[in-house]
């Protein structure tokens, strides 16, 4: 690689000109075009004695306008994120969803179409040369057209979830934006964001914690009857969407999305909940540590001590190139080519938004990363996770855009992969066993949230469903609701709970995807499996990791598993075996820490 790597991507060659470009423009009203021309041909086509010859056409067009949409709205995300006071970005942004929801409602159209074609028709379209790689898609959007209402009445449930649905949303959003939270340090009083007291409730210093803590809870109980609302709209409208739909259940949306089944949910959890045990003693010896019977809620993801030395960009980039290269030459290659491309924004500057992404662009063939790099080895594992999401996209790329579509819970499992190697690494590379404790404990930390935090977020998020189907439900209900799913998650462990996190989680307001949390969980355990098998299988199984991620959009998470691992996600073993593998982690530290307490 170069001497010295740039911190700052290089957008121009994806459109020249940032937020003024004309390129972008032209392109965006050639979509626009296109969409039009798209709902024309939908309306004049009668599918019932439709072949190959009248499908094919439409295909291709509805997968040339996606992949454009999704470039285009992968450039505007950058921009908005690079720099927040852009207001021309953000009115790019808002052209995007508009053409996003018209091609939504042509999607819909098409989809209820294909339900027209007779069964035998159908069974022979699809083992056509040209369809049959994504028959699989084309099944897939049938199926669900025929479990859905009249196409009429779909679309206008989307053009209604604009101001309504998603109008709750945001209104969310503006709340938390306009959130101060007061907070006194060296004599000077601070309102600090929602995102900078977050920061600071990961603070090393209990003192700290406990201070913007006690002030973020108050900060949230103000806000509680505003978040409340929102929330109980936001599920009102899907429990209605789903009642004239004639669905019975709140999980059938997510776990459709997710292309997964509720016994493969429902056999996670259970291995999970059967090997909490160990998890247990690491949260007693890490409360030990800090001087404390019992760990608060602010405490779980405290870090032990300071996060030792300082790496620099370029080190990282080194250290992330060589540790994927034991692993998989061709990822090495890959990261190789985005640190010199300029896919990466990492500088640390004002006027960026917090957090950190990886986005696509289709088109070009091409991934941006966002994040703020702060020199620190948590930041070389978030460099790692989102370089992981890029390598996946970028074995992707060359299939067809509906085949290149894969949901939320396998396309975790490619960054926490990527993350892994690197952590692992790192681990081994400790130059002390205080430096070697603070690796671990920040590991099993991550298993802890995927394993208890976020299943008692999908625990709140079941109880709340089922009594919003009785009405409204008070702020002092959501919160011994919230209070019951982490006591229950954590098995009573914590000496204090967040009985506002129902309000102060941004997930529960998302309304791309409903169960914003055990895919999460998924992800983390199915790519540990994965690195289990990379473990014990060696260099050989690079190639077969490839051919999974390339499979991802094409088929449920169960006959990914059984194609290329022999795997059945409904049964105990594979889930066991990756839990294991954390499971040695734990009692390494319980055994590094013995002394210490």
Same mark, same amino acid.
């Given at each position: 690689?170069?001497?010295?790597?740039?911190?700052?991507?290089?957008?121009?060659?994806?459109?020249?000109?940032?937020?003024?470009?004309?390129?972008?423009?032209?392109?965006?009203?050639?979509?626009?075009?296109?969409?039009?021309?798209?709902?024309?041909?939908?309306?004049?086509?009668?599918?019932?004695?439709?072949?190959?010859?009248?499908?094919?056409?439409?295909?291709?067009?509805?997968?040339?306008?996606?992949?454009?949409?999704?470039?285009?709205?992968?450039?505007?995300?950058?921009?908005?994120?690079?720099?927040?006071?852009?207001?021309?970005?953000?009115?790019?942004?808002?052209?995007?969803?508009?053409?996003?929801?018209?091609?939504?409602?042509?999607?819909?159209?098409?989809?209820?179409?294909?339900?027209?074609?007779?069964?035998?028709?159908?069974?022979?379209?699809?083992?056509?040369?040209?369809?049959?790689?994504?028959?699989?898609?084309?099944?897939?959007?049938?199926?669900?057209?025929?479990?859905?209402?009249?196409?009429?009445?779909?679309?206008?449930?989307?053009?209604? !979830?604009?101001? %309504?649905?998603? @109008?709750?949303?945001?209104?969310? $959003?503006? =709340?938390? &934006?306009?959130?101060?939270?007061? #907070?006194?340090?060296?004599?000077?009083?601070?309102?600090?964001?929602?995102?900078?007291?977050?920061?600071?409730?990961?603070?090393?210093?209990?003192?700290?914690?406990?201070?913007?803590?006690?002030?973020?809870?108050?900060?949230?109980?103000?806000?509680?009857?505003?978040?409340?609302?929102?929330?109980?709209?936001?599920?009102?409208?899907?429990?209605?969407?789903?009642?004239?739909?004639?669905?019975?259940?709140?999980?059938?949306?997510?776990?459709?999305?997710?292309?997964?089944?509720?016994?493969?949910?429902?056999?996670?959890?259970?291995?999970?909940?059967?090997?909490?045990?160990?998890?247990?003693?690491?949260?007693?010896?890490?409360?030990?540590?800090?001087?404390?019977?019992?760990?608060?809620?602010?405490?779980?993801? !405290?870090?032990? %001590?300071?996060? @030792?030395?300082?790496?620099?960009? $370029?080190? =990282?980039? &080194?250290?992330?190139?060589?540790? #994927?290269?034991?692993?998989?030459?061709?990822?090495?290659?890959?990261?190789?080519?985005?640190?010199?491309?300029?896919?990466?924004?990492?500088?640390?500057?004002?006027?960026?938004?917090?957090?950190?992404?990886?986005?696509?662009?289709?088109?070009?063939?091409?991934?941006?990363?966002?994040?703020?790099?702060?020199?620190?080895?948590?930041?070389?594992?978030?460099?790692?996770?989102?370089?992981?999401?890029?390598?996946?996209?970028?074995?992707?790329?060359?299939?067809?855009?509906?085949?290149?579509?894969?949901?939320?819970?396998?396309?975790?499992?490619?960054?926490?992969?990527?993350?892994?190697?690197?952590?692992?690494?790192?681990?081994?590379?400790?130059?002390?066993?205080?430096?070697?404790?603070?690796?671990?404990?920040?590991?099993?930390?991550?298993?802890?949230?995927?394993?208890?935090?976020?299943?008692?977020?999908?625990?709140?998020?079941?109880?709340?469903?089922?009594?919003?189907?009785?009405?409204?439900?008070?702020?002092?209900?959501?919160?011994?609701?919230?209070?019951?799913?982490?006591?229950?998650?954590?098995?009573?462990?914590?000496?204090?709970?967040?009985?506002?996190?129902?309000?102060?989680?941004?997930?529960?307001?998302?309304?791309?995807?409903?169960?914003?949390?055990?895919?999460?969980?998924?992800?983390?355990?199915?790519?540990?499996?994965?690195?289990?098998?990379?473990?014990?299988?060696?260099?050989?199984?690079?190639?077969?990791?490839?051919?999974?991620?390339?499979?991802?959009?094409?088929?449920?998470?169960?006959?990914?598993?059984?194609?290329?691992?022999?795997?059945?996600?409904?049964?105990?073993?594979?889930?066991?075996?990756?839990?294991?593998?954390?499971?040695?982690?734990?009692?390494?530290?319980?055994?590094?820490?013995?002394?210490?307490?």
């Amino acid at each position: 690689m170069k001497k010295q790597l740039e911190t700052t991507w290089n957008l121009d060659n994806i459109f020249p000109g940032g937020s003024e470009s004309d390129e972008l423009q032209a392109f965006l009203d050639t979509i626009e075009q296109d969409i039009q021309r798209l709902e024309e041909r939908l309306k004049a086509d009668n599918f019932a004695s439709a072949g190959e010859r009248q499908v094919q056409p439409l295909v291709e067009l509805i997968q040339d306008i996606s992949a454009r949409l999704i470039e285009a709205e992968s450039f505007a995300v950058c921009l908005t994120s690079q720099d927040q006071t852009d207001q021309k970005a953000v009115q790019i942004s808002g052209k995007i969803k508009s053409l996003n929801a018209g091609f939504a409602s042509a999607s819909i159209h098409f989809d209820q179409l294909l339900t027209q074609i007779p069964d035998n028709r159908w069974e022979v379209m699809l083992e056509s040369d040209v369809i049959w790689q994504i028959s699989f898609v084309l099944n897939e959007r049938r199926t669900r057209a025929l479990d859905r209402m009249l196409p009429e009445l779909e679309a206008l449930a989307a053009d209604a !979830a604009v101001d %309504g649905y998603h @109008g709750w949303s945001e209104l969310y $959003d503006a =709340a938390v &934006g306009r959130l101060r939270i007061p #907070f006194e340090e060296n004599g000077k009083l601070l309102l600090l964001s929602a995102g900078q007291a977050d920061n600071k409730l990961h603070s090393p210093e209990r003192r700290l914690r406990e201070n913007v803590f006690e002030r973020w809870q108050n900060a949230w109980s103000e806000q509680a009857e505003l978040c409340a609302l929102s929330l109980n709209h936001l599920a009102g409208f899907r429990l209605q969407l789903y009642k004239h739909r004639g669905w019975d259940s709140v999980l059938k949306e997510p776990l459709e999305i997710n292309r997964m089944s509720e016994k493969t949910l429902q056999t996670m959890w259970e291995v999970i909940d059967r090997n909490k045990e160990v998890f247990l003693r690491y949260l007693q010896r890490k409360a030990s540590l800090l001087g404390v019977d019992s760990l608060s809620w602010h405490d779980v993801e !405290a870090p032990l %001590g300071e996060g @030792g030395k300082e790496i620099s960009f $370029d080190r =990282a980039a &080194g250290m992330i190139v060589e540790q #994927f290269g034991k692993f998989s030459p061709q990822m090495a290659d890959f990261a190789e080519m985005a640190f010199e491309r300029r896919w990466i924004e990492a500088e640390d500057r004002p006027g960026k938004r917090p957090g950190g992404f990886c986005t696509s662009f289709p088109v070009s063939g091409e991934s941006r990363i966002f994040m703020t790099y702060g020199q620190t080895l948590d930041n070389v594992g978030t460099l790692a996770h989102e370089l992981g999401h890029a390598y996946h996209q970028h074995l992707m790329n060359g299939l067809p855009e509906m085949l290149q579509n894969y949901a939320m819970n396998v396309a975790e499992t490619a960054s926490t992969f990527a993350e892994m190697i690197v952590v692992d690494a790192s681990l081994k590379m400790a130059d002390n066993v205080q430096e070697r404790i603070f690796l671990l404990e920040d590991k099993i930390q991550r298993a802890v949230t995927f394993f208890m935090n976020i299943q008692a977020r999908f625990l709140f998020e079941v109880q709340f469903y089922k009594e919003r189907k009785s009405g409204l439900v008070s702020v002092d209900r959501l919160n011994e609701i919230m209070t019951e799913a982490q006591q229950k998650a954590f098995r009573h462990s914590l000496g204090s709970y967040h009985p506002y996190f129902w309000a102060s989680k941004l997930h529960f307001y998302a309304t791309d995807v409903p169960f914003y949390n055990f895919p999460y969980t998924f992800g983390y355990l199915f790519s540990t499996g994965l690195y289990a098998r990379a473990l014990e299988e060696g260099p050989g199984f690079a190639d077969k990791y490839a051919a999974l991620l390339r499979d991802t959009g094409a088929m449920p998470v169960e006959e990914l598993a059984r194609k290329h691992l022999g795997a059945d996600l409904t049964r105990d073993d594979f889930w066991q075996a990756a839990i294991e593998l954390l499971i040695k982690d734990v009692n390494e530290f319980l055994s590094l820490t013995k002394t210490r307490e």
